[in-house]
């Protein structure tokens, strides 16, 4: 054991993790240069389109120290962004040491410190690294004044490298050797192993990622889940190198793979404990703190059919993403469906490409929303996530919807333009301070369900992508809220409608009706969009007819003849708007998400 190191790479989003992966993959010769492709560990196609890591890979590191032993690396690399932070804290839990990565460039940021404190959470050793050293805007020293005053890590620690070039990756592979500890454990103790993580293989079943902490598993053992008391036999085990590789064993202080043909989903849970059913553990490992969903939306498929495989398919994803969360869900207008609960709305839209890529299937979003809680008169107290579910507008005595307390950094230039963004969303108790000469720590407490629709997309934009944001939650409050409905053709669509604040809901509205315009095609007949509280209509449009000239074959003459050709038009445009029935194509329903204003 004394030969095992496992660590993993912690960060802010765009540090530079997976580049620096990479190198540490190279420098270990565990692939040839042929086979190498950047972003190695991202294996995702959707993360490779976007440059961001959304799953934690683990993957174990021979390394040959300057002492002339051989180490086993088993290295984590996690995400940065703030909806996948229960993520980070997951692969944590397997490991004894970490690297903080700093952008040379950018300084320490929002998710350096969130991170950092998840890491301290767990009593990690903390090895702190400032990267891109090669750019030219790098200013590594005021950087590393920075983690000594904010963060209060040594300054001897800090290692300098650039994970694109390759320069300072010897030294920190050395570090990792010399200051990180070996595991605990004693191998000949009760198996005790915590799953951390898992995905489905059509062939092999549940493949189960886990930390042995004590004991040892190998193939022909029955282990046994603590949670559900499941037995299975153990097919293989191994260690997860570029391919898995199967061991004979594997024992305390190694993170492994089991395959055990655990064909059922929910049986394997992520924070379970497995054991050996022949000689189990007396108590189970604490498992992970449950994860809280903010963002809450349905999904439906588009064809009925597909209904079932939906299902299915948001299990698996489960399995892997152990964030979601769900439940069934029917609408007036889209049929049966699963109301769905998400970290943000980033995690929204990973789980629907996710749903659409690897599962083929073709869905219906509904419009986001948050928990909010209704205080009625007759002093009980309903959580609606769903609009579908607001009480009737006479029984509500009072209306709490949560806060968050957001912590921005952004350079000093932008504070002004950041300010008024926050003003805009509601935002209240406002205050700052600097961190370091030209970069400001703006905290602000908004309502969630401003933040969800696309505060972040703004803030990137207002502060030319040097703004980080990062939320915690903090409580609900008292709030003036309505059910805005959306009527195209008369008719209300049920998956478009939203709860806003009062005073927000003409703009909100308006901007609803205007993106439907946009989207839905023209009809031989003129539909009219509106948006309603209750049974007042508070913006409308009008998307206007196809319609063919009549009157063309009229040259001159009396005006009658044209007036008659035109009226028997219009009366057959009218007939066709009462029995006409419109299809709002999906595109329209995502584009109401997005607001320009």
């Known amino acids: 054991m004394d030969n095992i190191r496992n660590f993993s790479i912690i960060a802010h989003i765009d540090h530079g993790k997976s580049t620096l992966a990479d190198r540490m993959i190279q420098k270990c010769g565990l692939i040839t240069s042929r086979e190498f492709k950047d972003q ?47 993520e980070v804290s997951r692969a944590l839990t397997s490991c004894e040491g970490a ?112 930390r042995i902490i004590n004991g040892r598993v190998k193939p022909g053992d029955t282990i046994v889940f603590m949670s559900n008391n499941m037995y299975y036999r153990v097919e293989e085990v191994g260690l997860f190198s570029y391919k898995r590789q199967a061991q004979k064993e594997l024992k305390a202080g190694q993170v492994g793979y089991i395959i055990a043909g655990v064909k059922t989903v929910q049986d394997t849970r992520p924070g379970d404990t497995i054991t050996n059913k022949d000689r189990p553990c007396p108590k189970p490992l604490p498992g992970f703190r449950e994860v809280q969903q903010v963002v809450f939306s349905s999904i439906y498929p588009i064809t009925t059919d597909e209904y079932e495989s939906l299902g299915s398919a948001l299990e698996k994803l489960q399995l892997n993403d152990a964030a979601l969360q769900f439940q069934k869900d029917s609408s007036a207008a889209l049929g049966f469906g699963f109301r769905c609960g998400f970290l943000g709305l980033l995690h929204l839209e990973v789980v629907q490409e996710r749903l659409e890529r690897e599962f083929d299937i073709s869905l219906i979003l509904t419009v986001p929303s948050v928990r909010y809680y209704f205080h009625l008169n007759n002093g009980d107290v309903l959580e609606v996530d769903n609009p579908d ?53 703006f905290t602000c407490e908004l309502p969630l369900a401003e933040v969800i629709y696309d505060f972040y997309d703004k803030l990137k934009s207002i502060t030319q992508g040097y703004g980080s944001f990062d939320y915690e939650m903090l409580d609900y409050r008292q709030s003036d809220l309505v059910k805005l409905d959306i009527l195209v053709n008369g008719e209300n669509v049920d998956a478009l409608s939203q709860l806003v604040h009062r005073q927000n809901s003409r703009a909100r509205g308006l901007n609803a009706c205007e993106k ?82």
């Open 40 to 86: 190695l560990l991202d294996n995702m196609d959707i993360e490779r389109e976007r440059g961001i890591t959304i799953k934690s890979q683990t993957i174990c590191l021979p390394y040959t120290a300057k002492d002339g032993k051989t180490y086993a690396l088993n290295l984590v690399d996690t995400p940065g962004h703030v909806d996948f932070s229960y």
């Open 99 to 210: 690297l903080l990565l700093i952008d040379a460039a950018q300084g320490v940021e929002a998710q350096t410190l969130a991170n950092l404190y998840l890491a301290m959470e767990n009593d990690l050793e903390i090895i702190p690294v400032i990267n891109k050293i090669d750019l030219p805007s790098a200013e590594p020293e005021k950087v590393a004044e920075q983690v000594e005053e904010d963060l209060g890590l040594d300054a001897d620690l800090i290692h300098l490298c650039s994970a694109k070039t390759g320069q300072g990756v010897d030294e920190i592979l050395e570090a990792i050797v010399q200051y990180l500890p070996p595991p605990k454990g004693n191998p000949d103790d009760f198996l005790q192993a915590l799953i951390f993580d898992a995905s489905y293989d059509s062939f092999r079943g549940t493949i189960i990622s886990c």
């Open 389 to 441: 579910h607001y009480p009737d507008p006479g029984t509500i005595n009072t209306i709490e919807e949560p806060y968050i307390k957001a912590t921005i950094l952004i350079p000093e230039k932008y504070m002004g333009a950041v300010m008024n963004l926050c003003m805009d969303r509601r935002g209240a108790n406002t205050n700052y301070h600097y961190p370091m000469p030209g970069r400001i720590e």
């Open 516 to 597: 439907l315009k946009e989207e839905i095609p023209r009809q031989m007949f003129k539909i009219a969009i509106q948006a309603a509280i209750g049974g007042t209509i508070i913006a409308r449009t009008t998307i206007s007819a196809l319609r063919k000239d009549v009157t063309s074959k009229c040259y001159g003459g009396d005006i009658t003849r044209k007036r008659k050709l035109l009226e028997k038009q219009k009366a057959g445009k009218k007939r066709m708007k009462t029995v006409g029935n419109v299809d709002i194509p999906q595109k329209a329903f995502l584009s109401v998400l997005k607001s320009d204003q």
